[in-house]
Structure formats: C-alpha cells, structure tokens
C-alpha cells in the first residue's frame, strides 16, 4: 500500500507486518524512499497520523540523501582519483581507456552503466590482486579467497579462515587510500581485531594511513553514488 505525499512530493509505501508491535519509519540514503512498517491491523488513521507527527525527521534525512549519479554515456566516473569521461563511439570495438582520461565504449551497447561496471571491477582486480601478491609471504600464505564485492557499508572485511573481500568501488579512490583498506585487512591476518598491534602493523605497511582513512570517511559517500 502507497500514499502520496504533496510535502515531500512522492509515494510512501506503508508495509502491514504481523510480526512488529510498533510503527517504524524509514528513508533510504541513497534513493530517497520513505517506507513505513505498520503492524497489521493498525488503523490508516493512525498510519497517517505517525506519518505526520515525523515530517520534521523525514525532512532531515532527505537533507542527508545523495543524489545518485547515474552512469551513462557523457558520464564522468572517477577512476583512481581522476575523473574519465564515458563516451560511445561507433569505431570503437570494445570497452577501453582512451589518452586524455576518457573511456570508449562501443555504440550500440544498450546497457552503457552495467558495461562499465563490469569494466571497473575487472580493472579492479588487475590493480589490486598483484598489489596483493607483492605482500610479505607470511601474509600472503594466509589467504585463502578474495572477493570483490559491493557491500553498502563495508570497504572490506577479513575472516579468521583467510578470505578477504574489497569493495571494487575503491578503485574509484586515490591508490593510497585503496592501499590502506588493502593492508587494514591483510593486517587482520596476523591481529583478528582493531587492538594496538594491529594498528602498528598498520602503521608500519602504510604510514599515511591516518589520511587515507579520513579521505573514505570524508568521501567515501561520493564514490558510492554511482549507480551502473
Ligand atoms: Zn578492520
């Protein structure tokens, strides 16, 4: 069930649930989608009335949305830092760097964003896996998997059984900063937790990690507005 908000200008979508005693509010950071959670026989009155009474909240978290970015040809998509230009071409065969930071993608490709998403994450692989392999042969002995994904809030993880997973998003980010997320994982290799050996391993691997961490905190947003 939806209804239609004149203040905010768009649907709500109310969800009845047998399982929930209390009514909840949600407003999606990336999209801007409000959703309410109603136990199931609550009345629409008091729906309504929930809805009203956290206008000012909902308010605020649309303040705080990202307006997302959509990939598509003219896009512009950072790309180690540097902004690349996404441009179809007719002579052009297949999805490639071009000088002067731009990226050819041929044009009758019908879904542009997914081709180059597809493009990023092996161009991730290629950058980070050998800058993997390059570690001290005791941490490298230890890892089992690694994985790329796209996990909303994780730049990596570390399980005790040695898989490691990055986000390929990172290498939308300066090199050092996906440098740093690298070598905070792998340092879980050897310390299973955030305590002071850990972060003077750190600190040894990677000793501007202190502004690396701050520029993900800071921007770390950014890249994740990118929609393919
Ligand atoms: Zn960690």
Known sequence: MTFYSTEFKKPITISRKNNIRRLSLKVCRITGKISISAPKFLSESEIHKFYYLNRSWIHN??????????????????????????????????????????????????????EVQTFLIEYCKSIMIPIILKKPNLIIQKIKKINFKDTK????????????????????????????????????????????????????????????????????????????
């Not at 970015?69 to 230009?85: A, M, Q, R």
Request: glycine share 6%.
């Open 61 to 114: 978290q649309i303040n705080q949305c990202l307006v997302p970015k959509i990939v598509n040809d003219g896009s512009f998509v950072p790309i180690e830092g540097n902004l690349y230009e996404i441009v179809a071409k007719k002579n052009c065969s297949k999805i490639k760097f071009l000088e002067n930071n731009q990226i050819c993608i041929p044009k009758n490709i019908s879904n542009i964003g997914k």
């Open 153 to 228: 809030s994780r730049w990596g993880s570390c399980s005790s059984t040695g898989s490691i997973m990055l986000n390929w998003r990172l290498i939308m980010a300066p090199p050092s900063v996906y440098n740093y997320v690298i070598i905070h994982e792998l340092a879980h290799l050897v310390h299973m937790n955030h305590g002071p050996l850990f972060w003077k391993l750190v600190q040894e691997l990677s000793p501007n990690y202190l502004k690396d961490k701050e520029w993900l905190k800071k921007n770390g947003k950014e890249i994740r507005r990118y929609i393919f």
